[in-house]
Every structure is written in structure tokens, then in C-alpha cells.
């Protein structure tokens, strides 16, 4: 039952940026929601808006980037006996600095980051940060924040927690470093974890125990991932939903295994037909051999389908001239392609 329980509602966000050479239209009307405990899968190509999504949920767009348009409905079950409640928040209107959504960013959705070095201070221990993460969220003393940031990294796997806790960033390997990154976001309980590529920067082995080490978080604290990755192997490991996006749109959605057997827009099958394996290293950068052409520049999305230019199944006269609608061809499964019409 509550897994059908809506839990963000992402509607037609556009997120631009404004620079001097032209306006960069990040995210150009991105839909899709997130119900409780639900694992979603975000991929596509380098530079598609997976970032500024999740930038733009947790209200941190960079300047000179805006929120010009739609909503992201975050639904919270109100913090009450009356768990029938739900409290509904439009996150797009909420001020990027106020107290609202600082009691929602790193609380009730939480961010695990591609490369933690640059998301933890160099000159404070692990532990402290994770501290002042918990004090700035629950009502402890700071005593009981460290029995509990100790708690936290004996959870996801730290070695030594008690020791470990008083060490410094650099003086922890990139896996514990990420594992520290996970305990800090876990430390408020959140109802959505956003995990944005965060075994990009790890080695292969280190990369599977973390994926290994999030799919037991999953399960035993029942929250809800976004995850975000140009990988179709973890994908496809990890996930139960996915939503395919394709500069600043979200091209098809379905739930995992029908992308992988029954994908319908021919960006996803050109994608799937480039899946880097499990364990292999893969440059983000890597061109899709499968696909023709590179993404166009960002400043001037093509007419049209956005993908036409590289689409092999192109329909000249219809794919150069008409954006594609969004088009249900089965049970959560959507594609914006006219293919389908
Ligand atoms: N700080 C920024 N300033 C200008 N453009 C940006 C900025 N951040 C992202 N963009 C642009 O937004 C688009 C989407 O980027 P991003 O969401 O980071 O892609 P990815 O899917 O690789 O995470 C890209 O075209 C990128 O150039
Ligand atoms: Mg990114």
C-alpha cells in the first residue's frame, strides 16, 4: 500500500541558465514523481540535466541558473500520530536560503554526491561533520550526535567507526570517504536519498560494496532513491523505475525491466546498445558508438524532437518540425516519440 504513496511530483520544470553567450535551457519541461521506498533510476548522456535536476529538487542551481518554470510537489506524511496526513510542499516556491527548505535539504531529502572530497570539508574531522549534520536536524546534545554519527558509520560499513570518526577527509580512502558521505545523509532519516553518481570517482571493487552497501540501506530503512548514473549496468542493478532524459526531457519512462527488453525510443535503444558492463570503467565522456553525432550545444536545442538529428528512425518533414508528444504505450510506460502515435 504505501509504496503507491506519491512522494515527489517533478512537473513540468524548466531550469535555465543565463549566461552571456546565450541561455542554456538545463531542464526544458522534466516530468516524472518518485513514490515512498521506490528506487528511480536517472540516466542519459553526459550534459542531459541529471545534476540540475537534482540540483533544482534540493534548491542549490548554481547562479546564473533559475527555476523558470513548473513544480516539484515533495508530499510528507505529517509528523503526527495521524499518519493518514500528508503535508504537501512546492518546493519551487520555497526561498533557496529560507528556514523551509533548509529543514527539508539534508533532513527529509538527503544528497550523496559523485566526489565527496569536494562536498566535505578538508579541515574538519568526518565525525564533526556528521555532528553538526545531526545537531542541525534533531534535538540532541552533541554527546548523543556522536554516539549516533558513530552509530551511523558502524551502519554503512566504516571500519572502526569510533576510531574512524575523528579522522580527517584525506586521511580516508575514497570508498570510506563515500561510506562517511552516505552516513551523513542517512543521519536524519530521509525519506528521499538522492544518490548523484556517487561511485563515478571509486574503483571497481570499492564501487560494487557501495552499491551493495546503498541496496541494504534500501531495504532495511525502506526510503526512496533517485539514482543517478550514465551506467546502464548499475541501472539495471539498482533500480525499479527509470526515466531516460534526453537534453533537459524526460524521453521514455518504464519500469526496469521493460527499458531493458522492451525499450521504444530509439535514444534508449541507442543507449542500450552501448551498456558499459558492471565493473568496467567507463569515461563519462565515452561516446555512445551506437549513436551518430554527438549531443548538440546546449544553447540551441534542435526543432522538433531535441534527438532527431542523431535518431536513425527519423521521419523528415515530422521529427525536424513537431516536438513529440508524450505518449502512453503501456502501464507507466511512456516515450516521447511520434513512432508511437
Ligand atoms: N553552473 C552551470 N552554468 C552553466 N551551465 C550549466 C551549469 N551547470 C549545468 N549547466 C548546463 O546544464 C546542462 C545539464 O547539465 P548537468 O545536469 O550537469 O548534466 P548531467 O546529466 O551530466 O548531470 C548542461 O548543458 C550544462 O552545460
Ligand atoms: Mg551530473
Do not use: W
Not at 19 to 33: I, S
Not at 219 to 237: C, D, K, P, S, Y
Amino acid at each position: 500500500m504505501e509504496n503507491n504513496h506519491l512522494l515527489l511530483e517533478v512537473k513540468n520544470l524548466k531550469t535555465h541558465f543565463f549566461l552571456d553567450e546565450g541561455t542554456v535551457r538545463a531542464l526544458d519541461g522534466v516530468d516524472f514523481v518518485i513514490k515512498r521506498g521506490q528506487t528511480l533510476g536517472v540516466v542519459g548522456e553526459s550534459g542531459c540535466g541529471k545534476s540540475v535536476t537534482a540540483r533544482s529538487i534540493l534548491r542549490i542551481v548554481p547562479q546564473p541558473g533559475r527555476i523558470v518554470d513548473g513544480e516539484i510537489m515533495l508530499y510528507l506524511p505529517a509528523q503526527s500520530n495521524h499518519s493518514t496526513l500528508t503535508n504537501v510542499v512546492n518546493l519551487t516556491r520555497l526561498n533557496p536560503r529560507g528556514t523551509q527548505i533548509r529543514s527539508i535539504r539534508g533532513c527529509r531529502i538527503a544528497l550523496v554526491p559523485q566526489e565527496p572530497m569536494t562536498s566535505l570539508s578538508p579541515v574538519h574531522t568526518l565525525g564533526n561533520q556528521i555532528v553538526e549534520a545531526i545537531v542541525l536536524h534533531q534535538e540532541v546534545s552533541q554527546a548523543e550526535a556522536r554516539e549516533k554519527a558513530i552509530y551511523m558509520l558502524d551502519l554503512v560499513g566504516m571500519p572502526q567507526p569510533s576510531r574512524t570518526i575523528d579522522r580527517y577527509p584525506h586521511e580516508l580512502s575514497g570508498g570510506m570517504r563515500q561510506r562517511g558521505m552516505i552516513a551523513m545523509a542517512l543521519s536524519c532519516h530521509p525519506s528521499l536519498l538522492i544518490a548523484d553518481e556517487p561511485t563515478t570517482a571509486l574503483d571497481v571493487t570499492t564501487e560494487a560494496q557501495i552499491l551493495k552497501l546503498m541496496q541494504r540501506l534500501q531495504q532495511e530503512l525502506g526510503m526512496a532513491i533517485m539514482f543517478i548514473t550514465h551506467n546502464l549496468g548499475v541501472v539495471a542493478r539498482m533500480t525499479e523505475h527509470v526515466i531516460v532524459m534526453y537534453m533537459g526531457k524526460v524521453v521514455e519512462e518504464a519500469d526496469v525491466d521493460t527499458i531493458f527488453h522492451n525499450p521504444k525510443h530509439p535514444y534508449t535503444q541507442a543507449l542500450l546498445k552501448s551498456i558499459p558492463r558492471l565493473g568496467q570503467r567507463t569515461r563519462e565522456r565515452r561516446r555512445l558508438e551506437s549513436i551518430s553525432g554527438s549531443v548538440p550545444d546546449p544553447y540551441s536545442i534542435p526543432k522538433g524532437c531535441s534527438f532527431h538529428p542523431r535518431c536513425s528512425q527519423r521521419i523528415v518533414g515530422l521529427c525536424d518540425q513537431e516536438e513529440p508528444p508524450n505518449i502512453e504505450i503501456g502501464p507507466g510506460h511512456k516515450t516521447r516519440c511520434v513512432l508511437y502515435r
